[in-house]
């Protein structure tokens, strides 16, 4: 077998990314675009000792579950690798993924929690600026695995009023011949766009550029076009990295945050805090966790990883007393505004290392349920230790990243902890990735 090589087979199954199995000279290949049962082509993009990548060329005989393409940018883009199925098929194997990671642990199976609207539901939007060849300003996303961007007007997952403030944007940043940041030189002027919007339809701009400059006309030009935009921030980030964002925020118009609603909860937002993109399963997936709780007035919780206190805010109204511990600053700042907003007075916010500032509960009081919602990599082991020190009943781990929850259950497991419980949730739709609420409970 060898790269480029084009080979005529069956796919027999999908593996935990969506991908088509196909098993080849005994060895596996993993056929992006390939579906479960379908005869097809497909051409060696990888090879690895025991297994190959490859992506489908043909497809010979459909499966029934394959549908058009939503989106033309899909064979380059890297963001959403499931479009090519139907929804049904997606979410069994979202499931399947979840599954199969947690196969060395015993626990109740629940269906997963699906979504609403498969397109159109995110709330926050990057989009890198580049030139092209002939000097025009495009904008897109990565293509897979590169640093190129691919011109794309419209994103079908994505909020449809923020494609067209981006389109705007282009337009304004095109005729008025604003210098566009070149990656390869690290010059140039305008780098980035970030949007996020809330179901109170209030919109956040952040234009990430290399320094300083007067954008007051082109916020002129969008506030008059687009008045659902309620804040619009100027972030400097003159460093050549994969990060964005910088910690240099200045605010160019209106408000300093937007105001989200969640299970009847308001929150103000910066634009440094983390807020879910999918509102619409954000509340299932917080009302699902909440429920798997089981919370009693008389209880104490911690929320760990609380952000801007969504979490939180929705636990206290069912709990004695709640901690919530973050790291970010700004939505620590967030957080403790959102508590006045909805006149909660049983949360205490921490801003700190969920593995530094658990520590300094440990004393308090007892608690009887702790929440973790990471990040992808997951839980620190020091917190994990912590956290069985302290004999806590019952944790409800939220995860992105069903991989490094699984890693973090079996040092839970090891030391006096079982895995329960399991709900899936779709909050990335049309993309592997998938959310999972797990209950782990002392023994
Ligand atoms: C997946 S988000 C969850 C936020 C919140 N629970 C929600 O649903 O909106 C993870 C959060 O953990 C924070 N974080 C990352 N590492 C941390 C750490 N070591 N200690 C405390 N917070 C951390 C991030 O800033 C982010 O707000």
Redesign the pocket.
């Known amino acids: 077998m060898v790269v480029g090589q084009r080979i005529n087979t069956v796919v027999d199954s999908y593996d935990i990314n969506g991908y088509g199995v196909c098993h080849i000279d005994k060895k596996i290949v993993f056929a992006e675009g390939a579906m479960e049962g379908e005869s097809v082509i497909i051409e060696i993009t990888d090879i690895h000792k025991n297994f190959c990548f490859a992506k489908t060329i043909k497809v010979l005989e459909k499966s029934k579950n394959r549908i058009e393409e939503a989106c033309a940018f899909s064979k380059l883009c890297g963001g959403c690798n499931l479009l090519h199925m139907d929804y049904e098929t997606e979410l069994k194997i979202k499931e399947n993924r979840v599954r199969q990671t947690l196969r060395k642990f015993s626990y109740k199976e629940n269906p997963i929690i699906n979504n609403k609207d498969i397109y159109g539901y995110r709330n926050k939007v990057m989009i890198p600026f580049r030139k092209d060849e002939e000097g025009d300003v495009i904008y897109g996303f990565y293509e897979k695995m590169t640093h190129n961007v691919i011109s794309m007007d419209k994103c079908i997952i994505s909020n449809d009023i923020s494609n067209k403030i981006v389109f705007y944007i282009a337009r304004y940043l095109s005729l008025f011949n604003i210098s566009i940041y070149d990656e390869t030189s690290n010059k140039g002027l305008f780098k980035e766009l970030m949007i996020r919007n809330t179901i109170l339809d209030e919109y956040m701009v952040v234009l990430v550029a290399t320094r300083k400059y007067d954008f007051s006309d082109l916020v002129n030009f969008i506030t008059k076009e687009f008045p659902m935009i309620k804040s619009i921030y100027l972030n400097i980030n003159p460093e050549n990295t994969n990060v964005v964002l910088s910690n240099d925020y200045t605010l160019l118009y209106g408000m300093e945050t937007i105001t989200e609603d969640i299970l009847g909860l308001k929150f103000n937002v910066s634009p440094a805090s983390?807020?879910?993109v999918n509102h619409y399963n954000c509340e299932r997936l917080y009302e699902e966790a909440i429920k798997l709780a089981d919370l009693k007035p008389n209880y104490n919780v911690i929320d760990a990883?609380?952000?801007?206190g969504?979490?939180t805010l929705n636990i206290a109204k069912n709990v004695n007393h709640v901690y919530g511990?973050?790291?970010?600053e700004s939505?620590i700042v967030n957080a403790n505004n959102n508590k006045k907003l909805n006149n909660i007075y049983n949360a205490d916010f921490i801003c700190g290392?969920?593995?530094d500032e658990i520590k300094k509960l440990v004393s308090k009081e007892k608690i009887d349920v702790i929440f973790f919602?990471?990040?992808r990599k997951g839980c620190?082991k020091s917190f994990l230790d912590t956290v069985i020190s302290m004999n806590i009943p019952k944790i409800v781990y939220i995860s992105?990243n069903i991989a490094t929850a699984a890693r973090d259950i079996e040092i839970l497991t090891k030391n006096g902890y079982e895995l329960k419980e399991v709900t899936p949730c779709d909050l990335f739709s049309r993309t592997a990735h998938c959310e999972s609420i797990l209950v782990i409970e002392k023994k």
């Open positions: 983390f807020m879910q990883y609380c952000g801007m969504s979490i511990i973050e790291v970010v939505a290392k969920c593995e919602d990471p990040p620190d992105c």
